[in-house]
């Protein structure tokens, strides 16, 4: 499956970003997804995954409260609504898939599929 994340760029601290990330090649929802973020030099951090129905989903408790998972199967995309954002969070922001929904968070291992990356600024 391929990953195609739009949706970054510069926003004031106390802003809100929406990031949206289209799928293609595969059946989506065999899917699990979610989001990751890092820059060369920093941890690799998850974010959020939700399961291929969107039934089950899970937030970082380092994001929980200011960032939301959802997905729209029948537009192929998945979602990361960000509100509250500090210069923290600014990073390179991945979407990530994989059919395994308990292997997402990256713990055991990465996800098998990644996207390219959208770059979030927050200025202070």
């Known amino acids: 499956v391929q990953l195609q994340a739009s949706g970054g760029g510069l926003v004031q601290a106390g802003g809100s970003l929406g990031l949206s990330c289209a799928a293609s090649?595969?059946?989506?929802?065999?899917?699990?997804l979610g989001w990751f973020r890092h820059t060369p030099g920093k941890e690799r951090e998850f974010l959020a995954r939700?399961?291929?129905?969107?039934?089950?989903?899970h937030v970082a408790d380092s994001v929980k409260g200011r960032f939301t998972i959802s997905r729209d199967n029948a537009k192929n995309t998945v979602y990361l609504q960000m509100n509250s954002l500090q210069p923290e969070d600014t990073d390179v922001y991945y979407c990530?898939?994989?059919?395994?929904?308990?292997?997402?968070?990256?713990?055991?291992?990465?996800?098998?599929?990644w996207g390219q990356g959208t770059q979030v600024t927050v200025s202070s």
């Open positions: 090649g595969g059946t989506f929802s065999n899917y699990a």
């Open positions: 990530v898939a994989d059919q395994s929904y308990s292997t997402l968070s990256g713990t055991t291992r990465l996800p098998g599929y």
């Open positions: 939700i399961s291929g129905s969107g039934g089950l989903i």
